[in-house]
């Protein structure tokens, strides 16, 4: 009876703790609230279910993020697409920027080729270091590196390519 105690002590610190990071790493992939909470929530169960076979305690929030990358790919498996239209102003972005600015760097972003833009996102908003990058993404750490480089000299170059607030902000 102890040893269920301290597992469920110790899923319950996991959930409290990486609960946020998951959400917007979902909410990164799909842009969709509701989705987002589900992805979260199925990575838990999913979670719950395997806990007995983490073998790193520090490698909990990689294998989490795994989890939640490989369900979100599975909702692609199963259903169709439903497109909603979003206003600008309605997105619910966790930053304080200007709104222009919000939409600029998205649109940089999203200008990446997914290769290079999901090892940036995991780098800059997960907080991943490359070794981490890399099991999630099931490739090398070399990979990994040679990637987020190339994503930061196609953001670079695009920046100062541009006229106006992009290329200021490039500069400081």
Known sequence: MILGFSKRKSFEQAVRAFSPDLYRFAWWLCRD????????????????????????????????????????????????????????????????????????????LGSLPLTLREPLVLQALGGFSCAEIATMLETTEGAIMTRLTRARQALRSTLTAQPGTASRRAES
């Open 33 to 108: 609230k509701f989705v987002a909470e589900d992805l979260v929530q199925e990575t838990f169960v999913r979670a719950w279910k395997a806990w007995d076979d983490i073998k790193d305690s520090n490698a909990t929030k990689s294998w989490l993020i795994t989890i939640v990358r490989r369900e979100h790919a599975r909702l692609y498996e199963r259903k169709q697409f439903d497109y909603v239209d979003v206003e600008l102003e309605d997105l619910q972005i966790a930053a304080d920027h200007e709104p222009m600015e919000v939409f600029e760097m998205e649109n940089l």
